[in-house]
């Protein structure tokens, strides 16, 4: 409100906002200066008014299809879609068909068109979740990727290494992950357990090399294929960690009269490795 008389004006704000209601009187140098103020805050308070209308409206619509996107139904549609996708490209590579045939061109359009209604689904979500609650979510990155590289692939056909990219689809199954909770659950569960089976591996991994070293210092006259190096035999403890046939390829012919005289340490070896990596260990 402008004061008649003097170059005043006051500036009520709203009650509960940040002011809580306060009135500011501000002084002007001139009447001519106070009603420019007056009009530059009007003008201010009408933009700023239009501005949260439209962010109103947009947050209503992005509210909208949010609801519809995360809505089970859709959300069984999308994982069908991915399965059907799936299964198209299962029989494709089963059937593999024949350069410029019309089974690999009809192939080709279900797979485009696969890829347009993923684009079109991607699009939905970036909008629904823009922009921060899609970056968040690991899930919705991956299905970004994998979507954007296919897009590529089509887009630049004769982009070198496209072939390559191609080989994505084949990865675009496991969008399927992200859509069903409890596949979501098990996922997360495994990618929180990395870390500790990574360490109990590198346990794995260096008693393996240990025992490699002691089969090469012990036995490489006795086997010179499996233990005559260090690879040689840290591929060796492989076999034995896998169970299979190890007893019969690896251990018994080295008790074999025509490798040298009987050696219980042989025995010893094998069998304390199957018990602290086999038994111990890996469990």
Aim: charged share 15%; aromatic share 12%.
């Amino acid at each position: 409100a402008v004061q008649e008389d003097e170059p005043l004006f006051e500036l009520r704000t709203i009650e509960g906002g940040v002011n809580s209601g306060r009135l500011y009187v501000l002084l002007a140098e001139t009447m001519e200066d106070c009603e420019a103020w007056v009009a530059d805050l009007k003008h201010t308070v009408k933009e700023a008014i239009r501005v949260q209308a439209d962010q109103t409206l947009f947050r209503e619509w992005q509210q909208y299809v949010r609801n519809i996107y995360t809505s089970t139904p859709c959300q069984v549609l999308v994982a069908i879609l991915i399965f059907g996708n799936f299964a198209a490209n299962a029989t494709q590579f089963q059937l593999v068909p024949k350069e410029g045939s019309s089974e690999e061109t009809l192939f080709f359009i279900i797979d485009l068109i696969f890829s347009v209604l993923f684009t079109l689904e991607l699009a939905v979500n970036l909008f629904a979740h823009w922009l921060t609650p899609f970056i968040s979510d690991g899930w919705n990155v991956f299905d970004f990727i994998v979507v954007l590289v296919s897009d590529i692939a089509y887009a630049v056909p004769e982009l070198p290494g496209v072939n390559v990219l191609r080989l994505v689809r084949a990865f675009r199954v496991l969008r399927l992950f992200g859509r069903l909770k409890e596949l979501r659950g098990i996922i997360n569960a495994l990618t929180a357990s990395l870390i500790p089976v990574f360490n109990a591996l590198m346990i794995v991994l260096l008693v393996t090399a240990i025992y490699a070293i002691l089969g090469v210092l012990s036995w490489k006259d006795r086997s010179e294929v499996r233990f005559g190096t260090f690879s040689a035999a840290m591929y060796t403890m492989f076999q034995v960690i896998t169970m299979e046939g190890w007893s019969s390829e690896i251990a018994r012919p080295m008790f074999d009269p025509s490798v040298g005289p009987l050696d219980t340490g042989v025995a010893v070896y094998f069998a304390s490795f199957v018990v602290i990596v086999g038994w111990i260990l890996l469990p």
